[in-house]
């Protein structure tokens, strides 16, 4: 399974960003996919997931209601869109395939990561 962020950059805080993960060498469709995010001197967290038929989404309590998860299985794809973004979102942005039966929060439930991405969010 490969799986390629995109979507990273520099915004100021208030903005918006998109953030893209284009997945192959599976069925898509059959798998929960999850966002993560590391920022410099800290340990990898959970930030959302989306079950894969996305009736079930789930949310950090620190971006909820600013960020919105989705996917679009016939292209592959997962998406996190962030808004009201503020200078603590700076992280790099990981996602990644969980093989478990319900959408994980924790590391251990995804067995296929991307590269990441960058976001920085300058104050």
């Known amino acids: 399974v490969q799986l390629q962020a995109s979507g990273g950059g520099l915004v100021q805080a208030g903005g918006s960003l998109r953030l893209s993960c284009a997945a192959s060498?599976?069925?898509?469709?059959?798998?929960?996919m999850g966002w993560f995010r590391q920022a410099p001197g800290n340990e990898r967290e959970f930030v959302a997931a989306?079950?894969?038929?996305?009736?079930?989404?789930y949310y950090a309590d620190s971006v909820k209601g600013r960020f919105t998860i989705s996917r679009d299985n016939a292209k592959n794809t997962v998406y996190l869109q962030m808004s009201s973004l503020k200078p603590e979102d700076t992280a790099t942005y990981y996602c990644?395939?969980?093989?478990?039966?319900?959408?994980?929060?924790?590391?251990?439930?995804?067995?296929?990561w991307g590269q990441g991405t960058l976001v920085t969010v300058s104050s």
């Open positions: 990644a395939l969980g093989t478990t039966v319900v959408a994980g929060r924790t590391d251990s439930e995804y067995k296929y």
């Open positions: 060498g599976r069925t898509f469709s059959r798998y929960n």
């Open positions: 989306i079950s894969w038929g996305s009736a079930n989404t």
